[in-house]
């Protein structure tokens, strides 16, 4: 691990702060900036219901709102450095996190949402999502309705957007696994809103990433710019007409931020720059650049005819006048991490594309159809075996396996839409995902034995208690406190509605609607994780002396 004169070293003698200097920005000034540690920042999330107890926490803590945000929820400062909680607040923090009350992010890392402004209902395309910290966020703002298709290519990396998207417990995502580049035109109708967050070098990021000093040469970004381009012109092609695209990188180099851009505005002509700095407007940022050098791998200036014309500053009128509504957040100025910001709107006045000649409809038997492991919706007889044990339940219900998953309308929609291959000559029926590689949706909710009910999920029992009519009942608070402690009593003491109960049940408090899981047998014993039962202990003021 190297250590702290070693890091200053390498950074002092970089090819990134001579770069600084190339690009017209004041290197000593921005060095000040960009080498001490990040502080610890965190994002709560209003789904919980806990927001007023979050922030009073918080308070305590003497933590500071980030005073730019202006989404849903709200952010802020820690006083300590990313990483470095000690004690009690180490592990409530954790605990927190990992209940998807609040999310662990870096404060810029917050912008393309605020930028992206979901809307409650919408379809939003979140095309490089892993790990998932911008797609919880988008999920903020749909507020349980609507859909967020979060896509990463690395199947490893899906499989950590599905654990962090179940741990901030939100039922309008739709986990997917594709190459950015060639996404499916699925729904046909577009998306609202798409969020390009794309792969990059990852020069703004020297306070959370000290690597980056020693590995960091301008070839880098040359090496990712084509590829950027490529996800964002395909984001373009996905947006619905009047629809808005963010395109954002934690990179500080214009090869891969203003370059980008300009070169994707340069070939569709639909499309137009939208001011970034309107959406945040509390935010110290600078505009974006519409001049630069490309640099030589020793960050000299290449005087080279023969460099492509991606990589060189514009020359065009139009695109020069609108590089400016883009935001490029220096370290020196935000006091945070390195960002740059770009908000494209696909005109609105747009003729619509001629139609293509459908030369073949594929049947029901010839249509492509989706693996086992896939979820889909729930069955007649299963929402039977389910309703006989738990009452009525809503409508927008899957299966994947042994798991009950709860979505929304809009996840449906998608599913049931008609889709096309070949550039829309075939045509494919709808009630499948294909060509979508869908790997996970929604809230596990429910868990099944051999085709039959076993639990409601702990992470979902709040939002299934207010919908269920079975299998719940209301308590006391003095019994859900007792039950926090450790205590397990016998059912008929708990209320002599459990008397002929047995197995998972939800109690609910009467007085403030905390539900917790439970497992009637001979006695009563909580059915919950180790954090949630952290947290409610420390929300509702219960000291355990003797904990394992």
């Known amino acids: 691990m190297?250590?702290?004169?070693?890091?200053?070293?390498?950074?002092?003698?970089?090819l990134l702060l001579k770069a600084v200097s190339c690009w017209g920005k004041n290197s000593d000034s921005w060095f000040a900036h960009a080498y001490e540690r990040l502080p610890e920042t965190v994002r709560l999330n209003p789904l919980s219901g806990d927001q007023e107890w979050l922030e009073d926490w918080l308070k305590s803590l003497d933590c500071k709102p980030?005073?730019?945000?202006?989404?849903?929820?709200?952010?802020?400062?820690?006083?300590?450095?990313?990483?470095?909680a000690e004690g009690d607040v180490k592990s409530a923090l954790s605990a927190l996190h990992e209940t998807?009350?609040?999310?662990?992010q870096e404060a810029v890392s917050m912008l393309p949402v605020l930028a992206l402004d979901p809307k409650p209902g919408e379809y939003i395309l979140d095309l490089c999502a892993s790990p998932g910290s911008k797609t919880s966020q988008i999920a903020e703002h749909l507020n349980d309705s609507g859909v967020v298709v979060a896509n990463e290519i690395v199947r490893g990396r899906v499989n950590l957007l599905v654990s962090n998207m179940q741990r901030h417990?939100?039922?309008?995502?739709?986990?997917?696994?594709?190459?950015?580049?060639?996404?499916?035109?699925?729904p046909e109708f577009g998306y609202d809103r798409i969020l390009v967050d794309?792969?990059?070098?990852?020069?703004?990021?020297?306070?959370?990433?000290?690597?980056?000093?020693?590995?960091?040469?301008?070839n880098g970004g040359r090496s990712m710019q084509k590829l950027q381009?490529?996800?964002?012109?395909?984001?373009?092609?996905?947006?619905?007409?009047?629809?808005?695209?963010?395109?954002?990188?934690?990179?500080?180099?214009?090869?891969?931020?203003?370059?980008?851009?300009?070169?994707?505005?340069?070939?569709?002509?639909?499309l137009k720059l939208i001011s970034a700095h309107d959406l945040i407007p509390k935010l110290l940022a600078s505009e974006g650049m519409t001049q630069w050098p490309v640099l030589s791998d020793e960050c000299s200036i290449v005087q080279n005819e023969q460099e492509e014309d991606r990589f060189l500053s514009p020359s065009e009128k139009e695109i020069i006048d609108a590089l400016p509504l883009c935001m490029r957040v220096w370290n020196d100025e935000s006091t945070a991490g390195g960002f740059f910001l770009a908000v494209i709107e696909k005109k609105s006045s747009v003729e619509t594309e001629a139609n293509t000649l459908v030369n073949r409809e594929l049947t029901e038997d010839e249509a492509p159809v989706d693996n086992e492991d896939v979820p889909q919706p729930i069955s007649s007889?299963?929402?039977?075996?389910?309703?006989?044990?738990?009452?009525?339940?809503?409508d927008d219900l899957w299966v994947r396996g042994k798991k009950v998953l709860l979505s929304t309308a809009e996840a449906h929609e998608i599913w049931s839409s008609e889709r096309s291959r070949r550039g829309g000559r075939t045509r494919i029926p709808g009630r499948r995902w294909r060509p979508l590689k869908v790997v996970y949706l929604g809230l596990e909710a429910i868990h099944l034995r051999r085709g039959e009910f076993e639990r409601?999920?702990?992470?979902?029992?709040?939002?299934?208690?207010?919908?269920?009519?079975?299998?719940?009942?209301?308590?006391?608070?003095?019994?859900?406190?007792?039950?926090?402690?450790?205590?397990?009593?016998?059912?008929?003491?708990?209320?002599?509605?459990?008397?002929?109960?047995?197995?998972?049940?939800?109690?609910?408090?009467?007085?403030?609607?905390?539900t917790i899981p439970v497992w009637i047998g001979g006695r009563v014993s909580l059915m919950m994780r180790t954090a949630e039962v952290h947290v409610l202990r420390l929300m509702r003021g219960i000291i355990v002396k003797q904990e394992e």
């Open 100 to 104: 998807g009350r609040l999310t662990r």
């Open 169 to 186: 417990r939100s039922r309008s995502n739709i986990i997917v696994n594709h190459d950015a580049r060639h996404f499916p035109k699925v």
């Open 198 to 218: 794309a792969p990059c070098t990852g020069t703004g990021t020297t306070r959370k990433n000290p690597d980056v000093w020693s590995r960091w040469k301008p």
């Open 381 to 394: 007889e299963t929402r039977t075996i389910l309703e006989e044990q738990l009452g009525d339940l809503p």
């Open 229 to 270: 381009i490529d996800i964002l012109s395909r984001a373009t092609k996905l947006v619905k007409s009047g629809g808005r695209v963010v395109y954002s990188t934690c990179s500080l180099d214009p090869i891969e931020n203003e370059a980008v851009v300009a070169e994707v505005l340069r070939n569709d002509s639909s």
């Open 456 to 514: 409601v999920v702990g992470s979902a029992a709040k939002k299934f208690a207010d919908i269920i009519e079975k299998g719940r009942t209301e308590v006391p608070s003095k019994v859900i406190d007792s039950l926090l402690s450790g205590d397990e009593p016998e059912p008929t003491s708990v209320s002599s509605k459990l008397a002929s109960e047995r197995g998972n049940f939800l109690l609910v408090d009467e007085s403030d609607g905390t």
């Open 66 to 84: 980030i005073e730019w945000f202006n989404g849903v929820g709200s952010a802020w400062t820690m006083p300590f450095p990313r990483g470095k």
């Open 2 to 14: 190297r250590d702290e004169v070693d890091w200053d070293e390498a950074a002092r003698a970089s």
